[in-house]
């Protein structure tokens, strides 16, 4: 497979929001989209995705992951940015429908279809810094991937940033790019610097989330995680994660952490940390900076329980086990 999220099926369905009402969806090339140099997205970045993953079974079966909770996110995060308030049902339809169209070229497991929906504010307006777009674009892109860790997830090594911030707190549970670009600088920082794969923000030493994912800690029979709200994104991986800890007997802990408590309980033996995300699943975390000085996480290596859950949703996705939550909904 080509790098992650590089290779896209030649169409995408698209719709159009004017004069107050979506348009009928269209399947149209992903080639390009129509935009005005002055519109709304360029300039203000009133812009948010999404993304979730199509999954083939073995019996020839395509099914999309959690897609309710997906929609339900996408609408929130249009609502926050003050976007045209979208019409789920005809998202729901165009997912399914531009994934039935490119069924066939859905990967193996581990591989999958990526489904990306993208709301951006196309008003061509450069004034309107401090109003909304009253017009925008809605369309469903689509790339084939193979395993987001090519030869296996290696331990990451996280630096701990108790001055910065991922984004603005009310712009967390937000899956907009602003926030991601926002974290950039100091991620490619930290790679350069102290050679961390990723930044925990952890703001005057409450622990958050990285640059791109969830963080979740694992001590014994306990999974410890951040509480939902404002200030990070609520990810629908760590909400699937979560659910299986329970299923599996684990006390499930959705509560502020300190970096002190998290240093202390990483220096026991057996604890793990890992972070949750749709296009990861759950990667291993080996090592904490904090400081200037590097503190290794229980072993070091790649947990057992990381490795359990990870396969227990995998196997739910690949249907290699029963979809007992019913996340899963079938395509064709």
Request: net charge negative; glycine share 8%.
């Amino acid at each position: 497979m080509a790098v992650f999220g590089t290779v896209f099926m030649p169409e995408m369905a698209i719709t159009t929001f004017e004069n107050d009402t979506w348009s009928e969806t269209k399947f149209v090339s992903s080639e390009s989209i129509p935009m005005h140099p002055g519109a709304h997205v360029l300039h203000y970045s009133s812009t948010c995705f999404e993304g979730l993953k199509a999954f083939r079974h073995d019996d020839g079966g395509i099914y999309v992951f959690r897609m309710d909770q997906n929609l339900n996110r996408f609408e929130q995060s249009s609502q926050l940015l003050n976007l045209p308030a979208i019409d789920k049902a005809q998202v729901e339809q165009m997912i399914l429908s531009i994934v039935g169209q490119y069924a066939s070229d859905v990967p193996e497991p581990p591989g999958s279809m990526y489904i990306r929906p993208t709301h951006v504010g196309t008003e061509a307006s450069i004034g309107k810094a401090a109003a909304p777009s009253l017009t925008s674009l809605l369309y469903v892109l689509l790339s084939p991937v193979g395993d987001y860790f090519t030869g296996g997830a290696k331990p990451l090594r996280l630096l701990l940033d108790e001055t910065g911030m991922r984004c603005a707190p009310h712009m967390g549970m937000i899956k907009s790019g602003g926030n991601y670009a926002s974290a950039l600088g100091p991620i490619l920082a930290a790679r350069s610097e102290v050679q961390a794969d990723q930044i925990l923000f952890c703001p005057n030493g409450d622990v958050q989330e990285t640059g791109a994912a969830n963080f979740i800690l694992i001590d014994g029979n306990e999974v410890i995680t951040k509480a939902l709200d404002s200030s990070f994104l609520h990810g629908v991986t760590r909400s699937s994660i979560l659910t299986l800890a329970a299923d599996l007997g684990m006390t499930v802990s959705e509560r502020n952490i300190s970096v002190d408590e998290l240093l202390e309980r990483a220096a026991k033996p057996g604890v793990e940390a890992a972070l949750s995300g749709t296009a990861a699943v759950l990667t291993p975390v080996g090592t904490f900076i904090h400081n200037d000085k590097e503190y290794q996480v229980g072993n070091g290596e790649a947990g057992p329980t990381t490795q359990k859950l990870r396969q227990a949703l995998n196997d739910i996705q690949w249907g290699k086990a029963p979809d007992k939550h019913n996340w899963l909904v079938k395509v064709k």
